[in-house]
């Protein structure tokens, strides 16, 4: 093996993708072995590859966050997987525009209304709902100017939906989970089993809110409880992702978080490679 | 679905990568479903990440095929999988310099020697065996200047290897079978069932030349006519798939030659999403 050049953080975010939807089981989540009929590997790595301009024009010529989440969102929507990395474009501009995650909490502290506003318009390319407000819906044109009234920076909006989306609250606790998830791969060691063990750990402990819009608060603490239940030897791992795929509950929101850890944690030396 | 903005050549490069890696099942190689031990999927998709600014270098400013090689060989040597992608190389950038198959082949009539020293330091980055050559040996530094003092070309150390070397062999028949795996994808239609299908059409028609400087020429020639079986329904697919994994024969060359006709099948339109 020949001495590792240090990868640029546009690649450390793409081998963050891409380790995380190879890494397997991951209940409920296309993984290496499980697609959904609708949304697949390929789209999640064609995803990968697609974002690269966006990373690029971050780590280059720096930017705003609004609109790089909303160049992103534009090149990867050029297949029929749906969205498939929109959180995580979410936590990963941030972390790329400042470094690191004291790095991202001074870009998310320095938003303002027009990142704001670039944010709704990259939402309304998605087929995502952030949890229901119901005062700024992003189908609605008035909402831009309700954003425009307030003078609503990105970081009001992130704040304004933390409470029913884990991914914004990450701008509001100053990246907490992403911390620890990075932390949890440091932990578990190096190699692809340790982004499995970490993103358990996270659902363990962690109702994830892609479940709750999806399927309601009960249905995502009967995950979590059944996730601490397989770490502690008395569920079937296999068993509990096959019941998830079945039933359609995919802890998107806690990948989101597991790229962003890995993003972090790769900066910190954590090898993928081993 | 939005409409797809069209991929750039780069783009192009690397979606084929990815999509050759992660069809499956292939029998003896690195697929969705099966590492080897010292490589595994992750590291083909780390390849395909790390190789985007020599495909960027290639579409937006030019340069010589033999740079662009090396120059990708060093940015993907950056893991412990050993070289993925060599082969797929100095196939995918006759093409995405030229364009396509017409222009592949003008880019190879132009290679000087130039092109041909930068290849074989390229080589010697590698663990990669072209096939044994008494008289051009990599390793050996008067072979640059047999080079010189031959003033062969690229295109000459092609033809020198085409007799052991299917994918050197494309340099020097035209991207003969690069056009006839893009006509079979075409062929066998969208999605990626087809890239399983035009690759097993291949395998039981050629006898691999990386299996065969591996294993031996019968070895190549068996897995070729047990492919064929496959094909006309005597032998099972699984089965065959396993028996070349547990014995380590991995046809890496028509893996190569597969990429390849993906970049070409996909600047045609062919549909990789359905």
Not at 65 to 84: F, P, Y
Not at 215 to 231: I, K, N, P, S, W
Request: one cysteine or more.
């Amino acid at each position: 093996m020949r001495a590792r050049p240090s990868m640029s953080r546009a690649e450390r975010a793409q081998m963050a993708m891409m380790l995380e939807v190879c890494a397997y089981p991951k209940p409920g989540n296309v993984d290496r072995c499980h697609d959904y009929s609708d949304t697949r590997l390929e789209h999640f790595l064609a995803s990968t590859i697609f974002a690269r301009p966006a990373f690029d024009a971050a780590e280059r010529t720096g930017g705003r966050v609004g609109s790089l989440i909303r160049e992103a969102v534009m090149l990867t929507n050029n297949h029929s997987g749906g969205n498939t990395h929109f959180g995580a474009f979410i936590l990963l501009f941030p972390l790329i525009l400042g470094g690191d995650i004291e790095g991202a909490r001074r870009i998310v502290a320095g938003t303002d209304v027009a990142d704001a506003i670039e944010f709704y318009a990259a939402f309304g390319l998605t087929e995502v709902r952030m949890g229901k407000s119901d005062d700024l819906d992003v189908n609605d044109p008035t909402s831009v100017a309700a954003i425009r009234e307030r003078g609503m920076t990105l970081a009001d909006i992130m704040a304004y939906s933390a409470n029913r989306d884990m991914v914004a609250r990450e701008w509001t606790n100053g990246f907490a989970l992403t911390r620890r998830c990075a932390d949890l791969l440091h932990e578990h060691g190096p190699g692809r089993q340790a982004i499995v063990a970490a993103f358990l750990d996270l659902l363990a402990t962690e109702p994830d809110t892609f479940i709750a819009k999806k399927h309601g608060d009960t249905v995502a603490e009967q995950t979590m409880r059944c996730a601490a239940g397989v770490l502690r030897g008395e569920h079937d791992l296999a068993a509990f992702d096959a019941e998830c795929v079945r039933d359609g509950i995919n802890p998107g929101s806690i990948a989101d978080i597991t790229i962003a850890g890995l993003y972090v944690a790769l900066g910190e030396g954590w090898q993928w490679d081993s």
